[in-house]
C-alpha cells in the first residue's frame, strides 16, 4: 500500500499484526468486563480505526461514544492545556468506561482525559491504546491495554496522521523524514 509514495519510508505494523494484536487485546478486555455493561469513548479522530476494528472483535454488545479534543497551540508541542471540541453524548454516571485512542505520545491527551471523565462519576475509567510511545512513559497515565510500545518514530496509518493525511493507509508506517525535517 506504501509503494510509490514518497512520503512514506517503510511499512512499520502491518495489518495482519495489527488486527491479530487487537484480537488479544478484545479477549482481555471481554474477560475483564465479562458481565458488566461497557461503554468504549474513542476520541476523534485518530482513534476511529482501532475503535471499529476493536469493537467488532469483542465477541459480546457495547455502547460506542466519542470525544474530541484538541491541545492549545500550535506545532508539535504541547502547551498541556486541553479543550472539548466535542463532549460526550453519554451520561456517565455508574458506567465502565474504556476510553480508546489510537497513540499515547506525551501522554497529555489521556491524562488530561481521565481526570475529566473521572470526575463525572463513571464506575471505573480505564484506557487501551493501540500504540505508546516511551515519552508517555514519564506521565502519569495509568494504562490498562497498550498493543504495542514503540520508539519514538513519526508513524501514520491505521488513524494517525500527518497534515491530515494517511489515516486510510491499513498499515501503520514511518514517514520519511525529509516530509518533516
Ligand atoms: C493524536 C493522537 C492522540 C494524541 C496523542 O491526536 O491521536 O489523540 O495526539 O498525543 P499526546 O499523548 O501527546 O497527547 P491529534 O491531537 O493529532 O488529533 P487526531 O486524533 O485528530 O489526529
Ligand atoms: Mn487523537
Ligand atoms: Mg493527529
Known amino acids: 500500500q506504501i509503494e510509490g509514495d514518497l512520503a512514506l519510508d517503510q511499512t512499520y505494523i502491518a495489518e495482519a499484526d495489527i488486527q491479530a494484536r487487537l484480537r ?10 465479562e458481565g458488566e455493561d461497557l461503554l468504549l469513548v474513542g476520541v476523534l479522530r485518530g482513534a476511529v480505526m482501532v475503535m471499529a476494528d476493536l469493537a467488532r472483535a469483542l465477541d459480546r454488545d457495547v455502547e460506542m461514544d466519542w470525544m474530541a479534543v484538541s491541545s492549545y497551540g500550535s506545532g508539535t ?10 463532549d460526550l ?6 458506567r465502565h468506561v474504556l476510553i480508546v485512542e489510537d497513540i499515547i505520545d506525551s501522554g497529555l491527551t489521556l491524562s488530561w482525559l481521565t481526570t475529566n471523565l473521572r470526575s463525572r462519576k463513571p464506575a471505573s475509567v480505564e484506557i487501551c491504546t493501540l500504540l505508546r510511545k516511551p515519552e508517555a512513559l514519564k506521565m502519569v497515565v495509568d494504562v490498562k491495554y497498550v498493543g504495542f510500545d514503540i520508539p519514538n518514530a513519526f508513524v501514520v496509518g491505521y488513524g494517525l496522521d500527518y ?3 494517511y489515516r486510510n493507509l491499513r498499515d501503520i508506517a514511518t514517514l520519511a523524514p525529509h516530509v518533516y525535517a
Not at 488479544?24 to 468486563?33: M, N, T
Not at 508541542?77 to 466535542?86: A, F, Q
Not at 453524548?89 to 455508574?94: F, I, N, V
Open 24 to 33: 488479544e487485546l478484545a479477549a482481555e478486555i471481554a474477560r475483564d468486563y
Open 77 to 86: 508541542t504541547s502547551s498541556g492545556v486541553v479543550r472539548i471540541l466535542k
Open 89 to 94: 453524548d453519554s451520561d456517565l454516571t455508574g
Open 163 to 165: 497534515d491530515e493525511r
